[in-house]
């Protein structure tokens, strides 16, 4: 039973730390992924050509590629590290470690450039009436954006939006590749201790969590329901 | 000098003459019916109107100001951004879904304000857009489902607010694109008598898009029959219903048979 405690224990520091990407991958990539849609869609072409292309090579590669190559790549080229955080506190020194923000960054601009599609699907998927009835009621661009379009957009991206989201989730697991210390990392940890049934108890973690978050999306879902589009 | 002066308007789209030419004019007050086939340009002159479609040539007056012309560009639009000369109610309504009755015409309220004092022009801070808002619901007589979405109401009441909100900023001419042609036969009623009752309990200039004869026939001062982007005909009802012209009569001839009166 001790036993069992020190292995909870442990997970969940693991689990804290895929979290915490989680959720800070989510903050950084959706406004991010918002812009990169404005991109994709912009009528200044080179603008437009540049912001396809970075999603293209964003979504057609390997997202852990893209983690050893932010990683590593900049400190082989120009000696760039990643910062760390040293506060003095154990957790959260390990839990923020440079790898930990060099992961962030990969996950934020690889769901970033996913995100983006998916915006733009939602954008474009608004009819072109509303737009015209903001501009006939004298509503400057920004505006009509922001008070009419956003908010459609946001009902009708809400179902794609959340399989990537509910992927990122399973995805964090990825950063056991640079060794960052999140839940995989802890259950290798003591998988190569010889326990074996932690494995299994972290896959129950990911699964709960992630039925807490679609039950998240469904009630988001709902409460966007009174808006017929 | 007429309220409203429209001269020589041409628009064409990849080559092809959408508007040809079009003139009119109109007293203030007045109400004027455009009417004409499917494609024949009358949707489009109203979008030039509303500057959602720029024009080629021609010009629009309005109490002898210039107000349109082909020079009309994006970066005046904005310098003239809180002169709305016309105000325009869409054949699908357009409301914002995700506001209610009573927001949907306060958004634009309160934004024009908001551009207002950006701009350092004087608000009158103690006026209450609540209650303006709650007075163009009475127009339109809404004011019992002010709250409700527009997924709420039927197509008919849409249509209505739609109209109370186009009112908003107190255009000069209302202008109507086919506000009917969207809805059962059973609510068309409903939104036929707002704009009457419009035209007989308010001084509003409007221009009507219609493909209701009877309607047209009874409620406008002027009618204006188009046919392949040009104004064939320009009258008072009684005239153009009356016309001896041979397209005015295949044109008119079509509906006779069938006159969908409200």
């Known amino acids: ?229 | 000098m007429p309220y409203l002066e429209v001269k020589n308007i041409q628009k064409s789209f990849d080559g092809e003459k959408i508007l040809d030419d079009v003139s009119f004019s109109l007293e203030e007050g007045e109400t004027l019916a455009i009417i004409g086939r499917s494609g024949c340009g009358k949707t489009t002159l109203l979008r030039c109107l509303n500057y959602l479609e720029s024009i080629d040539t021609g010009e629009v007056y309005l109490k002898g100001e210039k107000i349109l012309d082909a020079s009309y560009s994006k970066k005046r639009k904005k310098e003239d951004s809180f002169r709305r000369h016309f105000g325009l109610v869409f054949q699908s309504f357009n409301l914002f879904p995700q506001y209610t009755a009573k927001e949907n015409i306060l958004l634009p309220l309160s934004l024009q304000r908001k551009y207002r004092q950006k701009s350092g022009i004087m608000v009158d801070e103690n006026s209450n857009l609540d209650e303006v808002v709650l007075g163009l619901l009475a127009k339109v007589g809404l004011e019992e489902k002010k709250d409700l979405y527009p997924s709420q109401l039927s197509g008919g009441q849409q249509q209505r607010v739609a109209i109370a909100r186009a009112m908003a900023l107190s255009p000069d001419v209302l202008c109507f694109d086919e506000p009917t042609s969207a809805l059962d036969p059973e609510l068309t009623g409903e939104v036929l008598k707002v704009i009457r009752e419009l035209k007989e309990k308010t001084r509003l200039s409007m221009i009507l898009v219609t493909h209701e004869m009877a309607f047209a026939h009874d409620v406008s001062d002027k009618i204006l029959f188009m046919k392949g982007g040009k104004a064939i005909e320009l009258g008072a009802p009684e005239e153009v219903f009356a016309s001896k012209k041979e397209e005015t009569i295949a044109f008119l001839s079509g509906y006779r048979h069938s006159n969908p009166s409200e």
Do not use: H
């Open chain 1, 1 to 229: 039973m001790e036993e069992f405690g020190q292995v909870t224990l442990k997970l969940l520091g693991g689990f804290s730390s895929s979290v915490f990407l989680f959720v800070l991958t989510l903050l950084l990539s959706l406004p991010l992924g918002l812009l990169m849609s404005f991109g994709t869609m912009s009528r200044f072409l080179p603008l437009r050509y540049l912001s396809r292309a970075i999603v293209m090579v964003l979504r057609g590669t390997p997202l852990l590629l893209q983690i050893f190559v932010i990683f590593y790549v900049p400190g082989l080229l120009w000696g760039f590290q990643w910062p760390s955080l040293s506060t003095g506190n154990a957790y959260f020194d390990t839990t923020f470690s440079n790898r930990f923000f060099a992961c962030l960054a990969a996950f934020s601009v690889n769901y970033a450039a996913y995100f983006s599609e998916i915006f733009r699907g939602g954008i474009q998927s608004i009819p072109k009436g509303q737009y015209e009835a903001g501009e006939v009621l004298g509503m400057s661009k920004g505006d009509i954006f922001k008070k009419v379009i956003l908010l459609q957009m946001v009902k009708r991206v809400i179902p794609p939006l959340g399989n990537e989201v509910v992927t990122l989730v399973k995805d964090t697991a990825l950063a056991n590749a640079i060794a960052v210390t999140e839940l995989m990392f802890q259950a290798q940890q003591l998988l190569n201790a010889g326990l074996i049934y932690p494995i299994f108890y972290a896959g129950a973690f990911y699964f709960l969590f992630n039925a807490l978050v679609s039950f998240a999306l469904r009630k988001t879902e709902e409460r966007l329901a009174y808006i017929a589009v």
